[in-house]
């Protein structure tokens, strides 16, 4: 699961990189910026119309045809009734941003909740299964076509449309190619039965993930009501960059992680193991690409998308700093889950949001890179209480966690450090970029090699062996 979970994931990521480095070279920060104001409805309804049985469904041992089928009636009633509110709503949402174009805009892009519901029963299923290969040839080909279009339309004068258009793309294809290859098929059969049965524990989640979404999205918010479209169009730039990095390794291991801990639920000792090993495998991988990133953040951006997107360079960065770490997160959230403590998650998970929506309220004053930095560190100190309740379900010690990230993360910056003293003057701007990625890449595995690391040499031995097997 996870090789193939980071094929995919690394495949996705250069295809979509490449689409939205040419993209953005012919679009204005405005045309991101009208966009992302709408971010925080998509999410929001997205989340209600899943209503956390997705989640459900994986957590639970024994699934039957009705499970499925009454999740898949509900996500698309739920979808349509979302996207009637929605359709009368936009007026007032374009008031609001003071955009009268966001009326129409929006009308068109809250399609894809429709769209998106007749396909999430069948990922439930594909992520049930661990059918991490056909997830993953799924979303490369629904990345791929959804780029073409973009591209297609961007060159034509099609602007936001172009966007909102390619969004629309990716998720029509996703769900075609997931009916495709799961077998499970719904039927007309109005049964709302077996939604009793997991509405206790997908009730929390879906309460935890809206209030995640509302403070994930707070910023396109502020941005978009205070600062302008520009600022959100900045801010919207650097945050996709380093969610596109940080979405290549978090894939590999939220793919698998859920339902592997599931599995495990009934051997504590396991569990521990998988967790351990999990969370070693998650920063050797995350710390040297994501704290990479930071530490090439402005070359990249003059050299991909260019000088006129400088100013994404600052939310690209603190971005790069919390998607090294948020691997973390997503580990000790699945562990309580798969221990049926949803109960646990809802209430960790709104404090914090609790906390950033205000911190972000009341630093609003002081500029933009305050607001996202208290953000950032709020969501960091919340990894002290999911350890303490993970501690208590399967007697993982905090000392044991920093022992499994330590020396990666040691490894990382000694050699970005070494990295940026070789190289600090250097002027040629492609040389600068080439040499860093090269340098620090080599100081990295270098290390690692030469320490014996046993998670290096056994990940390298298996993706070879993977390789030669294909």
């Not at 859920?258 to 495990?264: C, I, K, P, R």
């Amino acid at each position: 699961g996870l090789f193939w979970g980071g094929i995919s994931n690394f495949v996705q990521q250069v295809i979509g990189m490449a689409f939205g480095i040419a993209i953005a070279r012919i679009l204005s920060p405005d045309d991101y910026g009208l966009v992302a104001m709408l971010a925080i409805f998509t999410a929001i309804a997205n989340t209600v119309m899943d209503s956390g049985f997705t989640t459900a469904l994986i957590n639970k041992k024994t699934i039957e045809h009705r499970d499925y089928n009454a999740v898949f009636w509900f996500n698309v009633f739920a979808a349509v009734g979302m996207y009637i509110i929605l359709f009368f709503a936009a007026p007032l949402i374009a008031h609001f941003y003071k955009q009268p174009i966001l009326t129409n805009l929006s009308r068109v892009l809250f399609l894809s909740f429709i769209i998106a519901a007749v396909g999430i029963a069948h990922n439930a299923y594909l992520l049930k299964k661990i059918m991490a290969k056909q997830r993953g040839i799924i979303d490369m080909a629904a990345v791929f076509c959804s780029g073409i279009v973009g591209l297609i339309l961007a060159l034509n004068g099609f602007a936001f449309w172009g966007l909102v258009v390619q969004q629309l793309t990716q998720i029509s294809a996703a769900v075609l190619l997931r009916w495709y290859y799961s077998p499970w098929r719904p039927t007309l059969e109005f049964d709302f039965t077996p939604l009793k049965e997991m509405f206790g524990f997908g009730v929390k989640i879906f309460v935890g993930v809206i209030i995640g979404m509302l403070s994930a999205n707070i910023f396109s918010v502020i941005l978009g009501r205070y600062y302008g479209k520009t600022e959100t169009g900045y801010y919207s730039q650097g945050n996709k960059w380093a969610s596109l990095g940080n979405s290549v390794l978090s894939g590999m291991i939220t793919g698998v992680a859920q339902s592997v801990l599931v599995e495990a639920s009934d051997n504590i000792h396991r569990q521990a193991n998988v967790f351990h090993k999990l969370i070693r495998f998650g920063a050797f991988v995350t710390f040297p690409a994501m704290f990479g990133l930071f530490f090439v953040g402005k070359e990249f951006v003059l050299l991909t998308i260019g000088e006129r997107w400088i100013g994404s360079v600052v939310f690209l960065q603190l971005f790069c700093i919390w998607g090294s770490f948020s691997f973390l997160e997503s580990i000790y959230v699945y562990l309580l889950i798969s221990k049926g403590k949803s109960d646990v998650y809802v209430w960790i998970i709104t404090v914090m949001c609790s906390l950033q929506i205000l911190s972000a309220l009341l630093m609003r004053p002081l500029g933009i890179v305050p607001m996202i930095a208290a953000y950032i560190v709020i969501r960091l100190m919340c990894f002290f209480p999911n350890h303490y309740f993970t501690n208590k379900l399967i007697g993982v010690r905090f000392l044991s966690v920093i022992k499994d990230v330590l020396p990666y993360f040691v490894v990382v910056v000694f050699s970005i450090g070494v990295t940026w003293f070789i190289t600090k003057n250097i002027g040629n701007i492609y040389m600068l970029f080439s040499i860093r990625i090269l340098l620090v890449a080599t100081f990295y595995i270098g290390i690692l090699w030469m320490t014996n690391s046993v998670l290096f040499k056994e990940s390298l031995g298996f993706v070879t062996g993977k390789f030669k097997s294909l």
